[in-house]
């Protein structure tokens, strides 16, 4: 001690934004978190979760060498027993059962992880099963269904050019508070107000009076799960007014025709029964897109987490495509990334088999995660009997949180790769911990292909790993040379980035990009089309029958959407800014204060229900039920209830100290795994139906 603090700069990997970090630290101990001023990228930004990366690294509570469970409590064991008893226990069940008795259920944060992203596959591939899920069909599955179809890749995801945008629409999606999705954007609230300051307009369709919606310039609420109408009708208008222009994409843009044919039945005048905003609204609504200078489109989890997420996602390209807002500066745009994974990855294949239980399709190698339930507890042959698990929470974070619950504590082994002793990992045979945050190198090797700049970072490990620790990569590794029995060629995570980005576009070298510990601006990002296009013949089939034929259901569903005299209110879900999904609740900064943890219901359903503000309410819904206090609020439209997700900390047998004093309850016990996108498998959170009756009136604590 007693050292002059020092700076170290690097990416925040926690979300999607990417923002530059100025740590200030001494020794093996971290004195201050501020945005670094001199990224160019984030330009100073950051939001309260940074700064918990040093409860993060700090957490006592978090795993720093394996642990098996044993009758008599979890023990320490070492990285070599580890390997040896979970080889030896695939092994046998493979064996006994078959292949697919063993399933994967990959998280959110191994895709913040170049180690876990780099180096993952190779042991999922080594297990040969189909029951492999990911949270990716718990999010934006939708998105990459509409981009292999419409562009040829599946991770070809268009991202908003919001710094030269003059018109945003934007459907279910809340930038303010999740800092972007599919769209990093760091500094997100001064790039959308200075969408305004141009005299430009945002306009957010949400069945909830969002943080985002109250920066915008106009406000819809949409009943959830609605907003196909919206789109059909908004596409409908740009065909009935004359005013579809391709601008570049005229000689590659396909079926054209058709697609004015299919949105033909849903006028403005048709669909505002059905959604709740008036005709005149939805035709000025498309006017001032289609009129505008430079306009985009862009949707999130709102349209991709519910019943029709694959049509919206296909009908947000088409409005973006037809009004000549698709690969061009101000619209929708594909990024060039310093290290691309598109170039060099699989287009995406699908339907090359089924799941056993419901037949749902396998998309990009893998199956619904709405089905994971399904799959571990319907006996017979290729029954799941044991799960890997790596950074993800699925209890927490699937339908029917629930049932899965009692579901993983009946298989027969199971191994979890994550930091924490937590809801789901609890159930694990063997937990193995990786280093994680500032103990690893950080290269993004995802989100600089979803950003709305082209940048290019690589941040070193700020603090040594300890001796008992190993990186999520050499994990992979060894767990790969335990089951196959060979030890693969020793590559590590940083060799192929120099790999990738010496050989990418703009042939970096990475000691010259690892200098640059602020990072390096590549530019704003540029047309592309068709040179970018995966489809064989270089075009885009603006109808492709894939998607359209989903149409059909639409028509078929429609009542199934009303809510019924048994479940008369609909839920929807909310992120909070302190909240990373299910998992950084055992900081106390993060959940300090009142509880955040609420359900919003609309002032006249609470007069309804005999509900007061703070009162605490039975929800239930037709999977299971949960206690919750109540907001009464404005915000959410009548007849539609929000719950925040990623609480429920809840369970017997964690070792989550803050998080446990803070649990609040999980969406999830309520959302419904029958429920999904069946286009695409997506689960579908947007639109449960559930019913309240009081649980115990306001401010009495509650057991
Ligand atoms: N109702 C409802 N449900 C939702 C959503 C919603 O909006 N509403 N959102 C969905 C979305 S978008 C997502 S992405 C999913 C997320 O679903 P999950 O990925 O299943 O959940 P997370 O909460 O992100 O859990 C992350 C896990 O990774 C661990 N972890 C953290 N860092 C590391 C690390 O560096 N290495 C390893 N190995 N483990 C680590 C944590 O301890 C935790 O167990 O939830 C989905 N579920
Ligand atoms: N602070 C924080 N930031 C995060 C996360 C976090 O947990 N906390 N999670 C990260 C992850 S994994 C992701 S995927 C992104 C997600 O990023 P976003 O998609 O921007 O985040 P959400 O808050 O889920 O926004 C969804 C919005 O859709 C609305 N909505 C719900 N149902 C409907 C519907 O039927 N129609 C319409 N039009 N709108 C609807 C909701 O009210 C909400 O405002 O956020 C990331 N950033
Ligand atoms: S917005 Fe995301 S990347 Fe930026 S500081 Fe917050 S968590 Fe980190
Ligand atoms: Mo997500």
Same mark, same amino acid.
């Given at each position: 001690?007693?050292?002059?603090?020092?700076?170290?700069?690097?990416?925040?990997?926690?979300?999607?934004?990417?923002?530059?970090?100025?740590?200030?630290?001494?020794?093996?101990?971290?004195?201050?978190?501020?945005?670094?001023?001199?990224?160019?990228?984030?330009?100073?930004?950051?939001?309260?979760?940074?700064?918990?990366?040093?409860?993060?690294?700090?957490?006592?509570?978090?795993?720093?060498?394996?642990?098996?469970?044993?009758?008599?409590?979890?023990?320490?064991?070492?990285?070599?027993?580890?390997?040896?008893?979970?080889?030896?226990?695939?092994?046998?069940? /493979?064996?006994?059962?078959?292949?697919?008795?063993?399933?994967?259920?990959?998280?959110?944060?191994?895709?913040?992880?170049?180690?876990?992203?780099?180096?993952?596959?190779?042991?999922?591939?080594?297990?040969?099963?189909?029951?492999?899920?990911?949270?990716?069909?718990?999010?934006?599955?939708?998105?990459?269904?509409?981009?292999?179809?419409?562009? @040829?890749?599946?991770?070809?995801?268009?991202?908003?050019?919001?710094?030269?945008?003059?018109?945003?629409?934007?459907? @279910?999606?809340?930038?303010?508070?999740?800092?972007?999705?599919?769209?990093?954007?760091?500094?997100?609230?001064?790039?959308?107000?200075?969408?305004?300051?141009?005299?430009?307009?945002?306009?957010?369709?949400?069945?909830?009076?969002? $943080?985002?919606?109250?920066?915008?310039?106009?406000?819809?609420?949409?009943?959830?799960?609605?907003?196909?109408?919206?789109?059909?009708?908004?596409?409908?208008?740009?065909?009935? $007014?004359?005013?579809?222009?391709?601008?570049?994409?005229?000689?590659?843009?396909?079926?054209?025709?058709?697609?004015?044919?299919?949105?033909?039945?849903?006028?403005?005048?048709?669909?505002?029964?059905?959604?709740?905003?008036?005709?005149?609204?939805?035709?000025?609504?498309?006017?001032?897109?289609?009129?505008?200078?430079?306009?985009?489109?862009?949707?999130?989890?709102? *349209?991709?987490?519910?019943?029709?997420?694959?049509?919206?996602?296909?009908?947000?390209?088409?409005?973006?495509?037809?009004?000549?807002?698709?690969?061009?500066?101000?619209?929708?745009?594909?990024?060039?990334?310093?290290?691309?994974?598109?170039? /060099?990855?699989?287009?995406?294949?699908?339907?090359?088999?089924?799941?056993?239980?419901?037949?749902?399709?396998?998309?990009?190698?893998?199956?619904?995660?709405?089905?994971?339930?399904?799959?571990?507890?319907?006996?017979?042959?290729? /029954?799941?009997?044991?799960?890997?698990?790596?950074?993800?929470?699925?209890?927490?974070?699937?339908?029917?949180?629930?049932?899965?619950?009692?579901?993983?504590?009946?298989?027969?082994?199971?191994?979890?790769?994550? *930091?924490?002793?937590?809801?789901?990992?609890?159930?694990?045979?063997?937990?193995?911990?990786?280093?994680?945050?500032?103990?690893?190198?950080?290269?993004?090797?995802?989100?600089?292909?979803?950003?709305?700049?082209?940048?290019?970072?690589?941040?070193?490990?700020?603090?040594?790993?300890?001796?008992?620790?190993?990186?999520?990569? /050499?994990?992979?590794?060894?767990?790969?040379?335990?089951?196959?029995?060979?030890?693969?060629?020793?590559?590590?995570?940083?060799?192929?980035?120099?790999?990738?980005?010496?050989?990418?576009?703009?042939?970096?070298?990475?000691?010259?990009?690892?200098?640059?510990?602020?990072?390096?601006?590549?530019?704003?990002?540029?047309?592309?089309?068709?040179?970018?296009?995966?489809?064989?013949?270089?075009?885009?089939?603006?109808?492709?029958?894939?998607?359209?034929?989903?149409?059909?259901?639409?028509?078929?569903?429609?009542?199934?959407?009303?809510?019924?005299?048994?479940?008369?209110?609909?839920?929807?879900?909310?992120?909070?800014?302190?909240?990373?999904?299910?998992?950084?609740?055992?900081?106390?900064?993060?959940?300090?204060?009142?509880?955040?943890?609420?359900?919003?219901?609309?002032?006249?359903?609470?007069?309804?229900?005999?509900?007061?503000?703070?009162?605490?309410?039975?929800?239930?819904?037709?999977?299971?039920?949960?206690?919750?206090?109540?907001?009464?609020?404005? $915000?959410?439209?009548?007849?539609?209830?929000?719950?925040?997700?990623?609480?429920?900390?809840?369970?017997?047998?964690?070792?989550?100290?803050?998080?446990?004093?803070?649990?609040?309850?999980?969406?999830?016990?309520?959302?419904?795994?029958?429920?999904?996108?069946?286009?695409?498998?997506?689960?579908?959170?947007?639109?449960?139906?559930?019913?309240?009756?009081?649980?115990?009136?306001?401010? $009495?604590?509650?057991?």
């Amino acid at each position: 001690m007693g050292s002059e603090t020092k700076m170290h700069y690097r990416t925040c990997n926690l979300c999607e934004a990417m923002c530059g970090i100025e740590i200030e630290y001494q020794d093996k101990e971290v004195v201050a978190i501020r945005g670094d001023k001199d990224d160019p990228f984030s330009r100073g930004h950051i939001c309260p979760k940074a700064v918990a990366l040093k409860d993060i690294y700090e957490d006592k509570d978090r795993l720093k060498h394996p642990i098996r469970r044993t009758a008599n409590g979890w023990k320490k064991i070492t990285w070599e027993e580890a390997y040896k008893e979970i080889a030896q226990n695939l092994k046998s069940i /493979q064996t006994k059962y078959g292949n697919n008795a063993v399933g994967i259920y990959a998280g959110n944060p191994n895709v913040h992880n170049m180690g876990s992203i780099l180096f993952g596959t190779q042991l999922f591939k080594l297990l040969r099963t189909q029951n492999r899920f990911s949270a990716t069909s718990a999010d934006q599955l939708p998105h990459h269904v509409a981009s292999r179809m419409l562009f @040829g890749h599946y991770f070809l995801l268009p991202v908003p050019d919001i710094d030269r945008t003059e018109h945003m629409l934007i459907f @279910g999606a809340n930038p303010i508070i999740s800092n972007g999705s599919i769209m990093s954007s760091p500094d997100i609230k001064k790039r959308l107000k200075d969408i305004q300051k141009k005299g430009g307009k945002i306009v957010v369709i949400d069945p909830r009076y969002s $943080e985002t919606a109250a920066l915008a310039d106009e406000h819809y609420f949409i009943k959830p799960a609605r907003d196909v109408y919206l789109l059909l009708s908004l596409v409908h208008t740009v065909f009935k $007014e004359k005013k579809v222009q391709l601008r570049h994409l005229e000689q590659i843009v396909k079926r054209l025709e058709e697609v004015q044919q299919l949105v033909r039945p849903y006028s403005p005048e048709y669909v505002e029964k059905i959604i709740g905003i008036p005709s005149d609204k939805i035709k000025m609504m498309a006017r001032e897109f289609m009129n505008a200078e430079r306009a985009v489109c862009y949707g999130r989890m709102g *349209i991709s987490t519910q019943a029709y997420g694959g049509l919206c996602l296909w009908l947000v390209s088409v409005l973006n495509i037809i009004t000549g807002n698709m690969d061009r500066d101000g619209g929708m745009m594909f990024t060039a990334p310093a290290f691309d994974t598109i170039a /060099q990855g699989k287009t995406g294949k699908f339907g090359r088999w089924k799941s056993r239980v419901k037949q749902l399709p396998e998309f990009f190698g893998e199956l619904p995660v709405s089905t994971m339930l399904d799959e571990m507890i319907t006996e017979g042959e290729g /029954q799941i009997k044991m799960m890997f698990t790596t950074a993800g929470n699925p209890i927490l974070s699937v339908p029917n949180g629930g049932a899965l619950d009692e579901a993983f504590s009946n298989l027969e082994y199971m191994v979890s790769i994550d *930091i924490y002793l937590n809801e789901t990992t609890r159930h694990a045979n063997i937990i193995l911990p990786p280093t994680t945050g500032l103990e690893t190198d950080h290269f993004d090797v995802v989100f600089h292909s979803l950003a709305i700049r082209n940048t290019v970072k690589y941040s070193k490990a700020l603090f040594e790993k300890e001796e008992t620790q190993q990186h999520d990569w /050499q994990i992979f590794q060894d767990l790969v040379a335990a089951i196959s029995g060979s030890s693969q060629a020793s590559l590590s995570p940083e060799m192929i980035v120099a790999f990738g980005l010496k050989s990418g576009k703009y042939q970096l070298d990475l000691e010259t990009v690892k200098k640059e510990v602020h990072g390096i601006d590549l530019g704003a990002l540029e047309p592309c089309l068709p040179d970018r296009l995966f489809t064989k013949d270089k075009k885009i089939d603006l109808a492709p029958a894939f998607i359209t034929k989903d149409l059909k259901r639409l028509e078929r569903d429609m009542e199934a959407l009303e809510p019924s005299d048994t479940f008369p209110l609909l839920l929807i879900g909310r992120r909070q800014l302190r909240t990373n999904n299910s998992w950084m609740h055992n900081s106390y900064r993060m959940v300090k204060g009142r509880n955040r943890c609420t359900l919003l219901i609309h002032p006249s359903d609470a007069d309804f229900f005999g509900i007061k503000d703070m009162d605490w309410v039975k929800v239930t819904s037709k999977v299971g039920d949960i206690k919750i206090q109540v907001e009464v609020s404005q $915000e959410v439209m009548q007849g539609v209830v929000s719950i925040p997700h990623g609480w429920g900390h809840n369970k017997k047998g964690m070792k989550l100290r803050i998080a446990e004093q803070y649990a609040g309850a999980s969406i999830n016990d309520l959302t419904d795994n029958g429920l999904i996108d069946a286009l695409t498998g997506n689960a579908a959170f947007s639109g449960v139906a559930v019913k309240l009756t009081l649980h115990k009136a306001q401010e $009495e604590p509650i057991l």
